[in-house]
């Protein structure tokens, strides 16, 4: 519901079904690999990594990305 409200808002461009998809599998995936050690050993690492995926897929749906 928040995916959508956004895409209404036009804060976000695609369709909120596949981009919620998306969210929740960059997510998910980012989560299996902190459990498993894979992100850093400290938080400071783990946190940028986790900002980058996050701000970089968050990026690509800008509306004016996809312009």
Sequence with gaps: ???RRCAEAGL???DPTDVAHVLLALCQ???AQEAAGW???SAASRNRRWDLAVESLLAGLNPAASA
């Design 39 to 41: 992100l850093g050993t």
């Design 29 to 31: 995936g980012l989560s």
């Design 12 to 14: 976000i461009a695609g």
């Design 1 to 3: 519901m928040r995916v």
